[in-house]
């Protein structure tokens, strides 16, 4: 189903007058660059439980059982491009008095598309640390079958990510909070809403008065929070928005 231009009216309107806007993203945005999602048909945790691998207590259990599943991930997300809807938003952030990218992705793919700020929730796998004493670890080549081994303590290497049951980084959340409670619209790209604390900033967002807008398509558990709603693909929908915000602008400066 795609978007009917009403609510692309609407949508566009609505940033036109926005001076502050925080895109919150979801592993939809990056599906259009080949990287799998989590919850969607043929997603990743179809095929594998999420306890058996994205916890602490999988990663203590099975250490290098992990680490493989990662390096497999490493290598998709290597080869994948940042698509249209990841440069659409680069492209909106001049346009704004303050325009944040808070994502739930690991890929980096919204820095490689060149939005300048960009809020990381759940780590990065480009980034790995021990275990034990959460030292970073950078090394030139990664083993692909085996957890390193810490230098310092001899604890476990593991990727940058943030697992269920372990605490978001503090610093990034507060950070993206702030974001949210003073922005005038949130668009929430991509993202089944399934994944707490995430997930509550968009009810943050409307608590605080700002216009939600969803960008999925399909309905999400983010749904009844959204006042306006896109229902097509990133790659397909971000770019008309940034076109007619532009066109908007345009006409605006003309009367201006
Ligand atoms: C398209 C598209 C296209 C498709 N264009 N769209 C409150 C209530 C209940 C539970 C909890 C709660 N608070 C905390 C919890 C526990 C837990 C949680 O949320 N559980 C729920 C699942 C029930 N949360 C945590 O454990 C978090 N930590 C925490 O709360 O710490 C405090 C604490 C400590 C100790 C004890 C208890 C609490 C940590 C969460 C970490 C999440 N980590 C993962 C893995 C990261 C590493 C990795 O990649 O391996 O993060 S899980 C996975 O889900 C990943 C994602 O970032 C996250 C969100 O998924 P996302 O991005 O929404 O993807 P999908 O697949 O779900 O959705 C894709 C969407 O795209 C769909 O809607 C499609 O329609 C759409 N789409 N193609 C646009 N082309
Ligand atoms: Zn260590």
């Not at 790209?189 to 216009?211: D, M, R």
């Given at each position: 189903m795609s978007a009917d231009g009403t609510a692309y009216q609407r949508a566009a309107e609505r940033l036109c007058q926005a001076r502050r806007?925080?895109?919150?993203?979801?592993?939809?945005?990056?599906?259009?660059?080949?990287?799998?999602?989590?919850?969607?048909?043929?997603?990743?945790?179809?095929?594998?439980?999420?306890?058996?691998?994205?916890?602490?207590?999988?990663?203590?259990?099975?250490?290098?059982?992990?680490?493989?599943?990662y390096q497999h991930r490493r290598r998709v997300i290597a080869a994948a491009e940042p698509n249209p809807g990841h440069y659409a938003l680069a492209a909106m952030e001049p346009h704004f008095e303050e325009f944040t990218v808070v994502t739930q992705n690991i890929d980096q793919l919204h820095q490689r598309a060149g939005s300048r700020r960009v809020l990381e929730l759940h780590g990065s796998i480009l980034r790995n640390h021990c275990h034990r004493c959460g030292r970073p670890y950078e090394a030139p080549n990664l083993p692909e079958e085996r957890a390193p081994t810490c230098p310092h303590c001899g604890?476990?290497?593991?990727?940058?990510?943030?697992?269920?049951?372990?605490?978001?980084?503090?610093?990034?959340?507060?950070?993206?909070?702030?974001?949210?409670?003073?922005?005038?619209?949130?668009?929430?790209?991509?993202?089944?809403?399934?994944?707490?604390?995430?997930?509550?900033?968009?009810?943050?967002?409307?608590?605080?008065?700002?216009?939600?807008?969803?960008?999925?398509?399909?309905?999400?558990?983010?749904?009844?929070?959204?006042?306006?709603?896109?229902?097509?693909?990133?790659?397909?929908?971000?770019p008309e928005l940034l076109r007619r915000l532009c066109e908007c602008r345009q006409k605006l400066s003309k009367a201006g």
């Open positions: 806007v925080v895109a919150f993203t979801g592993a939809g945005i990056s599906a259009e660059s080949g990287i799998p999602t989590f919850r969607d048909p043929g997603g990743l945790w179809e095929q594998f439980r999420p306890e058996e691998l994205a916890t602490p207590e999988a990663f203590e259990r099975n250490p290098d059982r992990v680490w493989a599943w604890g476990r290497i593991r990727p940058s990510v943030v697992w269920f049951g372990e605490l978001l980084p503090e610093d990034v959340f507060a950070e993206a909070e702030q974001a949210v409670a003073r922005c005038d619209v949130l668009l929430s790209i991509g993202t089944s809403g399934e994944v707490y604390p995430a997930a509550g900033l968009v009810w943050q967002a409307k608590l605080a008065g700002a216009t939600v807008i969803e960008v999925n398509p399909n309905p999400t558990e983010l749904t009844p929070a959204a006042d306006i709603a896109l229902r097509g693909s990133a790659a397909t929908v971000l």
